[in-house]
């Protein structure tokens, strides 16, 4: 699927590559369709799983936000979550579940945020994910810059 996007200019998608969202995402219920795209410009690789990455809509190619792995900046993270939230993914196991979550970078890059209150779960079975309100007491804009740039200096914050 070729798509023209804001960001990544135009790009052409396999089919196989392609994550719906059932019940779509927070705020854009009509938005069903993305793909993750990494930020390979010397800043990560799929290797490297701190890496920016981008969910891009397929449905509205002007859209895309970057998210990361929340467990890469927090490793105890683990949401809960009601699982009749999940039951249209399909049955998840800690080796077809993938977690994300949004990361705002505003202009003073010191305030930049993770929002660990509504993640993105992913079934890579199933290619299917919805975005949840976790139960657990977190902040819809978690500070992230000083832990990232302790761990990038080798200091831990």
Same mark, same amino acid.
């Given at each position: 699927m070729k798509v023209n996007t804001r960001l990544f200019g135009e790009i052409d998608i396999a089919d196989d590559k392609i994550i719906e969202f059932?019940?779509?995402?927070?705020?854009?219920?009509?938005?069903? $369709?993305?793909?993750? %795209? @990494?930020?390979?410009? #010397? $800043? #990560?690789? $799929?290797? &490297?799983?701190?890496?920016?990455? @981008?969910?891009?809509?397929?449905?509205?190619?002007?859209?895309?936000?970057?998210?990361?792995?929340?467990?890469? %900046?927090?490793?105890? @993270?683990?949401?809960?979550? &009601?699982d009749d939230l999940l039951t249209d993914i399909g049955k998840l196991t800690p080796l077809n579940t993938y977690c994300l979550v949004t990361i705002s970078v505003p202009s003073d890059i010191k305030k930049m945020t993770v929002n660990l209150k509504a993640p993105f779960i992913i079934n890579t079975d199933t290619l299917k994910g919805a975005q949840v309100m976790v139960e657990d007491d977190v902040a819809v804009k978690t500070p992230v810059y000083d832990i990232l740039a302790a761990r990038k200096s080798g200091k831990e914050a």
């Open positions: 059932p019940g779509g995402i927070i705020g854009f219920p009509d938005m069903q $369709k993305f793909t993750l %795209i @990494y930020d390979l410009d #010397g $800043k #990560g690789s $799929k290797e &490297d799983q701190t890496a920016l990455m @981008y969910l891009q809509s397929m449905d509205e190619p002007q859209f895309a936000m970057p998210v990361v792995m929340p467990v890469d %900046i927090f490793p105890d @993270y683990n949401p809960v979550i &009601d």
